[in-house]
T-cell receptor, first 112, second 110 residues
Framework: QKEVEQNSGPLSVPEGAIASLNCTYSDRGSQSFFWYRQYSGKSPELIMSIYSNGDKEDGRFTAQLNKASQYVSLLIRDSQPSDSATYLCAVNPPSNTGKLIFGQGTTLQVKP | DAGITQSPRHKVTETGTPVTLRCHQTENHRYMYWYRQDPGHGLRLIHYSYGVKDTDKGEVSDGYSVSRSKTEDFLLTLESATSSQTSVYFC?????????FGQGTRLTVV
């Protein structure tokens, strides 16, 4: 079992819709969770971090964490063509060494 | 970018030769990481460092070694490059939890 799993997609949504991206992780003691966005040919950029159960909103983005289910998700409201990218979920498994593990990423396509 | 420089940005090398990639940071961050990215695999952790001279292996460490002799530099060495190590390599840094990435190095082994 991979430590962090995502559906690779592509996930296709129409412009203006809500895009829902999901991620599961295997290590129950993980404490920190992140979503990165990566445009083709570019570096990943951090868009959301979440550390406690529940929702965290930042503009059109909402991160949701459920530690009991070992599940973290990212919702993008009012999706725009410029949101078309690969979204990477990342997790810090429990350690005191700062290890950071990524999922394989989900490709999102927002169609005008 | 968060004060991270990767060098070189592009490299073509021959099978069997050693190759060293450099990651340099100006942020004085504690943690540094090396990832490789290949189609369908996302970012896979090669090695990471949690302090000067403190390093640990990631998921795909075979064929790679690292060194961190000072806070600002983290070197990744391919001891004897193989075609399977053709990839895009990313360095990342973190002070506590959030990590920030360099621009990447595209390595081709022929």
């Amino acid at each position: 079992q991979k430590e962090v799993e995502q559906n690779s997609g592509p996930l296709s949504v129409p412009e203006g819709a809500i895009a829902s991206l999901n991620c599961t992780y295997s290590d129950r003691g993980s404490q920190s969770f992140f979503w990165y966005r990566q445009y083709s040919g570019k570096s990943p950029e951090l868009i959301m971090s979440i550390y406690s159960n529940g929702d965290k909103e930042d503009g059109r983005f909402t991160a949701q964490l459920n530690k009991a289910s070992q599940y973290v998700s990212l919702l993008i409201r009012d999706s725009q063509p410029s949101d078309s990218a690969t979204y990477l979920c990342a997790v810090n498994p429990p350690s005191n060494t700062g290890k950071l593990i990524f999922g394989q990423g989900t490709t999102l396509q927002v169609k005008p | 970018d968060a004060g991270i420089t990767q060098s070189p940005r592009h490299k073509v090398t021959e099978t069997g030769t050693p190759v060293t990639l450099r990651c340099h940071q100006t942020e004085n961050h504690r943690y540094m990481y090396w990832y490789r990215q290949d189609p369908g695999h996302g970012l896979r952790l090669i090695h990471y460092s949690y302090g000067v001279k403190d390093t640990d292996k990631g998921e795909v460490s075979d064929g790679y070694s690292v060194s961190r002799s000072k806070t600002e530099d983290f070197l990744l060495t391919l001891e004897s490059a193989t075609s399977s190590q053709t990839s895009v390599y990313f360095c990342a840094i973190s002070q506590d939890t959030e990590a920030f990435f360099g621009q990447g190095t595209r390595l081709t082994v022929v």
